[in-house]
């Protein structure tokens, strides 16, 4: 099977090229609001769902596409991008000090209709942070297209995560041990010599 990644994540591309599988980008615009009666990782499954419905007209039998969505969760909050850098300064010192979950949610849908929604968790330990270190990071960064405000590969998470509970891979946007089992189960993986 093709597999198409529907996603402009340059994190996203780099997992699946280390992963060793070939993919074709395609995009639509599609708006990432949802219910707010959703909670946690029913809102990264939501709009991972949400995605791929967009491209159902677009696909053939033997392709298939991945989308994929990715949230931080503090307590019951969804922090998703920011707009702007007093939102992300606020994001980060709510963050700062405390654990929080990031769910990575993945939709695989078929051309021949078959489909299948899963997430993943981590449990991200943040240690203290001071007001310079977040402005640092902010205006350094720029991380107005990563949840929660920060990406575990940037310099803040090098030097703000205390320990992670869970794949590091998920809190960069893609749980890549799941999604390699997932496209196996669908047929849609390389045959390995």
């Not at 980060?92 to 993943?120: E, I, K, M, N, P």
């Not at 960064?141 to 990563?146: G, H, Y």
Request: contains cysteine; negative net charge; charged residues 25%.
């Amino acid at each position: 099977m093709k597999l198409i990644l529907a996603s402009n994540s340059p994190r996203r591309r780099q997992l699946l090229t280390d992963l060793g599988l070939a993919y074709e980008i395609r995009l639509l615009e599609v708006d990432e609001d949802f219910p707010d009666h959703l909670r946690r990782a029913e809102v990264a499954e939501y709009l991972a769902a949400h995605k791929a419905a967009a491209y159902v007209a677009t696909l053939v039998p033997d392709e298939v596409v991945l989308t994929a969505d990715t949230i931080v969760c503090l307590d019951d909050d969804v922090l998703n991008k920011p707009a702007n850098v007093a939102e992300a300064t606020d994001m980060l010192t709510r963050l700062q000090g405390r654990a929080h979950d990031v769910f990575t949610a993945v939709c695989l849908r078929c051309g021949d209709g078959r489909q299948v929604v899963f997430s993943d968790q981590t449990t991200v330990h943040f240690r203290s942070l001071s007001p310079t270190e977040i402005s640092h990071y902010i205006a350094t960064a720029q991380p107005f297209d990563k949840a929660g405000a920060y990406g575990a590969q940037d310099w803040i998470g090098m030097v703000g995560i205390d320990r992670l509970e869970g794949s590091y891979f998920t809190v960069m946007g893609l749980p890549t041990h799941r999604v390699w089992v997932e496209l196996e189960k669908l047929g849609a993986l390389p045959a390995r010599g």
